[in-house]
């Protein structure tokens, strides 16, 4: 009668196994196949039904997959388990292998599901273990004698022998053909577990021996072969293999297994062993390492630099074993998994890449390719194997993938732009060079033509250099060009770009910088340099005009004292003011061109408001309407009148400029009191009384982005050629160095308000020398004049003579140097002009405190001397005295200096 295997399917995939069920009725294995999709069934459906095999899909909502595989496993330990999955990957597979699985198949593979159905159930047939779907009940109770009952017909019909081993009494009950495998009768093989193992080859044992302990401690199939000896006292080689059984605790009760004579293998193996050498002395010298195993997965041989890398020094150190006992058992599952996709498939694996992790800690990266072993019937009888240790590729495969990383890295981040063209055709560019051009991103380039960048009127130059670079007649080039920005603005670049073969034809490489703000510097450093060109002749042209007007400043109070009549005096005065009118105009443009600090006396600031009213009435277009609003007690200022000018004029033209259409501007003053937290953060101002001075427009205001900017010098918005940039630059200098600060309100469309604010001058309390000393007659004291211009010495000796003083005259240093050695202890005061031929006032000064340190010098020129320079002089009994002055200013020094008095003249 034949048998029937009892199945549970644990999945909805009937019609896929009922396709496998079909093929095996036909072969004649019988089957019933129960199916259940819940937890609750199954475990129902076991109660009453034992089966030899579980099929269970992965795909079943309710079911735990590794929960079942772990339950079957201690109830049902001698039942395997095959698992059907849609997600057919090799971590998952290894995971319910090392879980107990019985195999691991894709869902609608036929082919694969009865190929393990068959060989599980003919395996089950060959060792007689029907019992499996007994009750655990009915197992306990089988006696040796039925069990010989049971499989007699099979151990007839096979040339093996069969045994029944009991692990707790340790006796083996044998059946077979025990005389032909191993030439002893059955009452021969009597002495148990202890004379299997004596009579094993000793260079067998200890393997034999611990697979089997291995075998029943983790339930696996056991399965090996080794050498036994024989009656004749020669050994036999037979295979081995056998499995446990387990009671409900999980403790092993007895093994059955069977053992088969395969010497006449083994010598044809030896008779292919000499054939075998040759090929082996081939591969141990190639470097490439090949293997080759079984269909168990053993390793059955290998070359030399294999043995290497496994840590092994001979080939039977290797034999037999599985990846599993290796030094890269870490690994080992991943090879298992290609392994058994090599052989179940057929079809061989060519030059992937996988890690190899040994135990010592190393690894190495290795290229592999499998293919099946056939038999010369074409069955497949394992795996061929060969890797080539990839590691140092790999190492210089990441640094190349890090330095291109790293350029990478610099290239986007570098502050110059990088690009690649091809026929005028951006193919590659950083995000710098984008953001030169005003995109946001490098992609948004790729693929535009170079022209669209460049401005009007630069296309030749840029197409004339990339042809002659292109073409190999010009390998590099560096020029400047204007670019055009996504917003149409021109921009200046500066360009080194470079021949190179792209994609297999002529491209250009280079970089890019932005050089607008560097051309606006250089125009900024030329206007500049021109201003400075221009104060050093400004500075002779005055110190020369200085020198005209001094005498005839200095005649008017001679000619004052000579002529009584009405005529004359108003004659006289008309030529003072014009001689003082120009004194002021050559300050002014001192003041410009170098930055003159000018004279700070006492001054009502009205006086200056209504110079610029009258001067905006008169100059502003007719559609600016003008208001003032001043008071009456408007406290005083210690300043220069030229220099406050000239601050309210700059703020006032600007104003002018932001109102092209007409509008209103106001001019106003104030007396304030400034608190500590509203001076401006960076101010050296202080708290105390303050004039105001405001001037206010009703134009377009002043854009945010550029507040902070205006007091910057050589900023302007005003088109190239219309502005200098140096207007609020000075104004804010101006105000700085009067120990004052300017606040800036403004709103766009709506105007700005600046406001001046200058200290008063102790709230308008005048305490200036001048003012309160009288021009008095001299005592017969004696001054030295040295001056170059004769007609400078000729009044000077004058005017002084006429109040009393006795007067030395020298045309230069040496005479006058001459003219102290020999009369030091007679003349009082030195007066000496700073711009002199041969030797300067200042090396004259300089000597002659050299000669006396108490001698009392007053320095004249067109221009203010230096901090440096008046520090080197002293700081008394020295007084600068600014030309062109007049006899009163030239009289009231001379009585400073002799009161011993400081002066800032």
Avoid at 416 to 428: R, S
Avoid at 547 to 568: A, Q
Wanted: proline share 3%.
């Amino acid at each position: 009668m034949k048998s029937k295997y009892y199945i549970v399917a644990i999945t909805a995939q009937v019609s896929f196994i009922e396709r496998a069920k079909n093929i095996l009725d036909k072969k004649n294995v019988l089957t019933e196949i129960k199916y259940v999709s819940r937890k609750k069934e199954l475990e129902e459906l076991l109660t009453h039904f034992t089966p030899h095999l579980i099929i269970m899909d992965d795909t079943c909502a309710e079911i735990d997959q590794f929960e079942l595989l772990n339950k079957f496993k201690n109830d049902y330990s001698d039942v395997p388990v095959v698992i059907i999955s849609k997600k057919y990957e090799e971590r998952l597979g290894l995971n319910y292998f090392e879980a107990g699985a019985y195999d691991f198949i894709p869902i609608n593979d036929d082919k694969r599901l009865l190929f393990t159905l068959l060989k599980y159930f003919q395996n089950l047939s060959q060792v007689s273990k029907t019992n499996s779907a007994l009750s655990i009940n009915e197992k306990k109770d089988i006696s040796s004698t039925d069990w010989i009952e049971r499989f007699r017909l099979v151990v007839t019909s096979t040339n093996q022998l069969i045994y029944d081993y009991n692990t707790r009494s340790g006796s083996i009950l044998w059946q077979g053909n025990s005389k032909q495998v191993v030439g002893y009768d059955l009452n021969e093989l009597v002495g148990g577990i202890e004379q299997w193992k004596e009579m094993i080859h000793p260079s067998d044992r200890d393997r034999a021996i611990t697979l089997l302990e291995k075998s029943e401690r983790e339930n696996l199939l056991y399965d090996i072969e080794y050498r036994f000896r024989h009656k004749t006292k020669e050994y036999v080689w037979l295979r081995d293999k056998g499995f446990f059984l387990y009671d409900s605790t999980g403790k092993s009760i007895r093994m059955l297994g069977m053992m088969e004579d395969i010497s006449s293998r083994k010598e044809v193996e030896e008779e292919l062993y000499e054939s075998r050498q040759i090929i082996q002395l081939v591969l141990d010298n190639i470097p490439q390492r090949v293997f080759w195993k079984d269909k168990n997965f053993r390793y059955l041989g290998c070359n030399k630099p294999f043995l290497q890398d496994a840590g092994l020094s001979d080939i039977s150190q290797i034999l037999g074993k599985e990846d599993f006992e290796l030094n890269w058992k870490d690994t080992a599952p991943i090879y298992r998994a290609d392994d058994k996709s090599v052989i179940e498939s057929g079809k061989p694996k060519y030059n992937y890449e996988e890690p190899q992790y040994r135990v010592d800690g190393t690894s190495s990266w290795l290229r592999t390719s499998k293919v099946p072993l056939y038999d010369k019937d074409g069955n497949i009888l394992g795996v061929l194997g060969t890797y080539e240790d990839i590691t140092n590729q790999k190492k210089m495969e990441l640094a190349l993938r890090e330095s291109e990383m790293k350029y990478r890295d610099l290239v986007d981040k570098s502050v110059i732009g990088i690009y690649i063209t091809q026929n005028h055709i951006i193919k590659f560019c950083n995000n710098r060079f984008a953001e030169i051009f005003g995109y946001i991103n490098a992609e948004d380039l790729i693929g535009t033509h170079v022209k669209s960048l460049v401005a009007e009127g630069s296309w030749e130059l840029v197409d004339t250099q990339v042809k002659l670079r292109e073409s190999g007649k010009l390998l590099s080039s560096h020029y400047e060009f204007k670019g055009k920005r996504k917003d149409g603005t021109i921009i200046d670049l500066e360009v080194i770009g470079n021949r190179i073969i792209y994609e297999g034809h002529p491209a250009i490489q280079g970089s890019l910088i932005d050089i607008t703000e560097k051309k606006i510097f250089q125009t900024q450093m030329l206007r500049s340099q021109r201003l400075e060109s221009l104060g050093t002749l400004a500075g002779g042209i005055a110190h020369d005009l200085n020198n005209v007007l001094s005498p005839i400043l200095l005649s008017i109070e001679i000619l004052k004292k000579n002529l009584k009549d009405d005529k004359s005096i108003q004659l006289l005065d008309t030529l003072n003011k014009s001689a003082t009118r120009g004194r002021e105009i050559i300050k002014q443009l001192l003041t410009f061109a170098r930055g003159f600090s000018g004279e700070h006396v006492v001054i009502q600031p009205l006086h200056i408001i209504r110079e610029l009213e009258h001067l905006v009435r008169e100059t502003f277009p007719k559609s600016i309407q003008l208001q003032v609003d001043l008071p009456k007690d408007l406290w005083t200022i210690q300043a220069d009148p030229t220099q406050i000018h000239q601050v309210m004029l700059n703020i006032g033209i600007n104003a002018r400029d932001a109102m092209p259409y007409g509008g209103m501007l106001k001019i106003s003053a104030e007396n304030v009191h400034v608190q500590q937290n509203e001076i401006p953060p960076g101010s050296y101002a202080k708290p105390g009384p303050y004039v105001k001075l405001g001037i206010e427009d009703s134009g377009t205001g002043i854009p945010p982005e550029i507040l902070d900017k205006i007091f910057e010098p050589f900023f302007t918005t005003k088109e190239r050629g219309k502005g200098t940039g140096l207007g609020l630059s000075t104004v804010h200098s101006i105000v700085k160095s009067h120990k004052g600060f300017i606040t800036v309100k403004t709103e766009m469309g709506i105007g700005t308000i600046f406001s001046v604010y200058l200290p008063a001058f102790e709230e308008g309390k005048p305490k200036n020398v001048e003012e309160t000393l009288k021009i008095s007659q001299g005592n017969g004291e004696t001054i030295l004049v040295v001056d170059d211009e004769q007609s400078i010495l000729d009044i000077t000796k004058n005017t002084l003579e006429m109040y009393g003083y006795n007067v030395i005259t020298a045309h230069d240093g040496v005479e006058a140097l001459s003219i102290y050695t020999h009369k030091e202890n007679k003349i009082d005061v030195v007066i000496v002009d700073i711009i002199m031929p041969s030797l300067d006032g200042l090396t004259i000064a300089n000597t002659l405190r050299k000669m006396n340190p108490d001698i009392k010098i007053i320095t004249s020129s067109g221009i203010k001397i230096s901090e440096s320079d008046e520090e080197n002089l002293g700081k008394t009994n020295h007084i600068f005295l600014q030309k062109p002055y007049t006899a009163e200013k030239l009289l009231m020094t001379i009585q400073q200096i002799l009161h011993g008095r400081k002066s800032d003249s």
